[in-house]
């Protein structure tokens, strides 16, 4: 489980680190934005320190580790999801002027700041509580802790930023794509948290998990 949790958690900050400095922070005219986004670069940064310092103090293997996203399916859907909407806003030809472009740049920007980051992140540390409240793997819960406060704080910030995108620039997402979103999300989710706990361990569970997520 913690092994797991830790290959998704780590190349999924750098994914969260580069769609904020590549693709969203460039587009953004407001100052107080582009300051804040700044800050948020730097702290998906330190969470993927955090999950180094992690491997390294237990003497784990960090090239399997690291390279599990590639070769474990239940991780590597998570993962090429979230790279497809990067890469739908990572191009240099995107012209956020055109109705359609923008509509996609703010669907991008829903999936990171409240899919990825305020449901697949927050709900990827909660097997790791599940062991501190057992009085295991303190010393991770307690890092983990405070990367969750950070991430609870980015969630919120771009969810207000996406709110006044729509304000602004007259923008209706539709229904029906943002429920199609969320159900691939969700989809994606339950086969992680079937790989992860393909048996419940004491005071957590597969549903447990997928339950949360909900």
Known sequence: VYENVLAYLTPSDILAMRNIGLAVMEKMSAPELQIYQARQVYEEALHTWTYQHCIESLGLDQGEIYNRYRVVPEIHHKIRIANRRLDSILRPDIDLNDAGELENFVMAYVFFAAV??????????????????????????????????????????????????????????????????WDEAEAAEAGYARLILPEPMLGYSADDHIGQFR
Request: charged share 25%.
């Open 116 to 181: 990825f980051e305020g449901c697949w992140f927050y709900n990827g540390f909660t097997p790791i509580f599940a062991l501190q409240r057992r009085g295991l793997m303190k010393g991770t819960a307690e890092q983990l802790q405070y990367i969750m406060r950070d991430e609870v704080m980015h969630c919120g910030f771009g969810i207000r930023t996406i709110r006044q995108i729509l304000v602004e620039n007259d923008v209706r997402l539709e229904e029906s794509a943002l429920r199609e979103m």
